[in-house]
């Protein structure tokens, strides 16, 4: 009794395991990837922010310091003055005239002045230099229209009631008069002599030596730096106008430490949100006076465009959704087709045995005891495929113990040109059953290819039973060469023409796009006295071999050349992996085959068609390096 045939169990349970133990960790594994780099992009980004942030800092610290460093040392240079010309000094009162008119100037004063000309040649970055006494009067200044008397300045108020060694640094704010950015640097003059405060110097320093240093700095197209305040009030920033916006305050809380950082913030006030920012502080070598900065801070602040900071970020993100997407349909493509390639060999080796179990048991089945009723020696309960094709091979056992008996007690009467005949016939009459049932199906695979291309799985499976169907065709047109001699009809043809069209049928067939022909012709041998349909069999023998030994691609050389004894010669030489040295003395073997499919009648074949065209046939091979045919025949008599 045949048992009922069932589709698709095994090939359901395959795609279903697959995608559990593929897909879930796949995924896990990308989402965990994507978390893990994009927490590492952030902290590197930061980190990156954070010391641009503090060699800034650095630098701008290091700016004013030099330049108190410079203010102190004309202070210095101013007492030294005073102090050689003390004796012949007369006070502005008594004089009763302007100490900023240089006609009027004491004699010290006018050196001073004249000293402070040469001095701001140095740098073109002072606004003006002024010395005042300590009564707040102008001594001596670049600027000839500054006001006589700077004591309602607070750089003079700030240096003369400087504690010892202080420094007084102004924060950056506009000129009227200048309209240019300024700040101040002012040191107080101590007396040589008595250590008293005798006057003040101030360096009026326009803001471009501030910028400078913050300008140059771009991190990709929209990163930049900038020197803010403790109120975030922006001093310098190359992008915005430092009066068109306003670090918000929970930032500059967030901010304003004593150390480095980096942070990510809400808004930057660039309009870009969840942005990476840097942020240092500006540590001053020398101390100020508590008035410095408007007593506020400096930070040096370092920001880029969210879109251009995150463009990494947002790379992996694409890159990890296009890999599990793919992971995801590849997955399931692969499931579904190497679960149909699994269960398709399977169904077909099972409709396969059934006739060869109804053949073996026509001849031998009686009336009384019908060999398909026998008891099957063990029965399976898997649930799926392999359950009926152990169960129809059980039944296929039995018959074939029954039908080997009678076999055996025959064979020794028989020789072994008999037992090919016998084999022949057999393979004769299954090719004949199954030729017409094939043809349908190709047939009907073809219809369902041709038509409109909505499933795309559909379509894969039309592809795969063509392929199928063409190899089994193959196998049986092997079988049927190798049972069924048809003698050649020779004709005088040129070996070149053979081969052409043999290379014309094997492109034809698909596969081989990543080889490369080369042919090697010699135009003036002559004619070959050959069956051409049969000697491009062999060759299309041959070249699907050289095609199949050269997966990862190669070269196929074809070439015609004089050979012994006046022979014609036609070689075929790939590049592939080459043959075994143990297998190569079997290679013409009935039935010897080293692949995994095929019948090892393919190089039998092509043996005895080229022997049976009156030529030889020779091969040599190199593991790993290539193999070369040659088929020789005798020239057509003249």
Not at 155 to 163: G, L
Not at 559 to 573: D, F, L, N, P, Y
């Amino acid at each position: 009794m045949r048992a009922a045939r069932r589709t698709g169990g095994l090939q359901r349970k395959f795609f279903v395991a697959l995608l559990i133990v593929g897909i879930v960790p796949g995924m896990v594994a990308l989402w965990a990837t994507y978390r893990s780099s994009t927490a590492s992009l952030k902290e590197a980004i930061g980190e990156g922010f954070q010391e641009i942030a503090r060699s800034t800092s650095i630098r701008v610290a290091g700016a004013v310091d030099e330049e108190i460093d410079r203010a102190s040392r004309l202070a210095m240079s101013v007492a030294n003055q005073q102090a050689q010309h003390r004796p012949n000094q007369t006070s502005r009162s008594q004089t009763g005239t302007s100490p900023s008119h240089p006609d009027h100037q004491p004699q010290a004063n006018r050196l001073t002045a004249g000293y402070l000309e040469e001095w701001t040649r140095e740098s073109r970055h002072y606004l003006r230099v002024t010395i005042a006494d300590q009564q707040g009067l102008v001594v001596a200044s670049t600027d000839p229209h500054l006001q006589a008397s700077q004591a309602d300045q607070t750089w003079w108020r700030e240096a003369i009631h400087a504690p010892a060694g202080a420094a007084y640094v102004s924060n950056v704010a506009l000129d009227p008069v200048a309209k240019d950015a300024i700040f101040h640097v002012a040191v107080p003059i101590i007396d040589k002599s008595g250590g008293t405060v005798t006057g003040a110097v101030d360096l009026v320093i326009r803001r471009n030596l501030l910028t400078q240093l913050i300008l140059p700095i771009q991190i990709g197209n929209t990163g930049h730096a900038m020197l803010l305040d403790t109120q975030g009030t922006p001093l310098i920033c190359p992008v915005l106008p430092p009066t068109a916006h306003l670090i918000p305050a929970n930032l500059m809380n967030r901010l304003a430490l004593d150390h480095p950082l980096w942070l990510v913030a809400d808004d930057d006030a660039h309009g870009g949100r969840d942005a990476i920012v840097g942020a240092s502080p500006v540590r001053f070598s020398h101390p100020l006076t508590s008035s410095s900065l408007e007593g506020t801070r400096w930070y040096a602040f370092v920001r880029q465009a969210p879109e251009e900071t995150y463009a990494p970020i947002y790379s992996l993100l694409l890159s990890v959704g296009v890999i599990g997407f793919g992971l995801v349909i590849a997955l399931s493509m692969f499931g579904f087709v190497v679960g149909y390639r699994i269960v398709k060999p399977l169904t077909a080796l099972q409709r396969e045995a059934e006739g060869l179990r109804l053949t073996l048991v026509t001849p031998h089945a009686t009336s009384t005891a019908p060999s398909a009723t026998l008891p099957l020696p063990q029965e399976y309960r898997t649930g799926d495929e392999i359950e009926d094709l152990a169960t129809t091979f059980s039944a296929m056992r039995t018959v074939l113990e029954e039908n080997l008996r009678t076999i055996r007690s025959q064979q020794h009467e028989l020789i072994r040109q008999e037992k090919l005949a016998s084999v022949g016939q057999l393979l004769a009459a299954l090719a004949h059953d199954l030729r017409n049932p094939l043809g349908v199906i190709r047939s009907s695979a073809q219809v369902v290819l041709e038509g409109p291309q909505e499933d795309a799985i559909r379509h894969e499976m039309a592809r795969y039973i063509i392929d199928e169907v063409d190899k089994l065709s193959q196998r049986l047109h092997d079988f049927l060469r190798y049972a069924r001699q048809k003698p050649p009809d020779l004709v005088d043809c040129a070996a070149e023409d053979v081969i052409r069209a043999a290379l014309k049928q094997w492109a034809a067939q698909g596969g081989h796009e990543h080889i490369r022909v080369e042919h090697r012709f010699d135009g003036t041998l002559p004619l070959i006295r050959i069956d051409p349909e049969q000697i491009k069999e062999a060759l299309m023998n041959v070249l699907i071999n050289a095609r199949e030994a050269m997966t990862e691609g190669g070269t196929l050389t074809l070439a015609t050349h004089s050979g012994e004894g006046g022979t014609i010669e036609i070689t075929v030489t790939d590049t592939g992996s080459g043959i075994a040295p143990d297998h190569l003395a079997r290679i013409f073997e009935p039935f010897f085959t080293t692949k995994n499919y095929g019948t090892g009648l393919g190089l039998t074949n092509v043996k005895r068609l080229v022997e049976d065209n009156g030529g030889s046939l020779a091969v040599t091979s190199k593991q790993g390096a290539g193999t070369t045919f040659t088929l020789r025949f005798h020239p057509a008599a003249s």
